[in-house]
């Protein structure tokens, strides 16, 4: 079955940095696409960063310039390079990844993956 585990979470003082990380086990065709999503409590659960299979990123207005998203597809992993983190940063990060099945006809599927927590103190 297709997994994703990241890593890296964990408590920073406003200003700092963290590097998430996160990592595609399992069988599938293809990767369309990897993403980086955040939840609060009582909120949506929000894109943050994505990556196509071409290299294409795409950031929150609320990071840009602040957040790096990154592949390194030898080992089916994406990265999450969080600099400048503020207050509101804090929250659950997951990872998403976007594959094409070993049985699909084109059309993808989405996973998740666990979360990992951020929390940046003020």
């Known amino acids: 079955q297709v997994q994703l585990v990241e890593s890296g979470g964990g408590l920073v003082q406003a200003g700092g940095s963290l590097r998430l990380s996160c990592v595609l086990s399992g069988r599938f065709f293809r990767i369309n696409a990897m993403n980086w999503y955040r939840q609060t409590p009582g909120k949506q659960r929000e894109l943050v960063a994505s990556i196509t299979s071409g290299g294409t990123t795409n950031y929150a207005d609320s990071v840009k310039g602040r957040f790096t998203i990154s592949r390194e597809n030898a080992k089916n992993m994406v990265d999450l390079q969080m600099n400048s983190l503020k207050n509101e940063d804090t929250a659950v990060y997951y990872c998403?990844?976007?594959?094409?099945?070993?049985?699909?006809?084109?059309?993808?599927?989405?996973?998740w993956g666990q979360g990992t927590p951020v929390t940046v103190s003020s």
């Open positions: 998403n990844a976007e594959l094409y099945p070993l049985c699909s006809a084109g059309t993808t599927r989405t996973y």
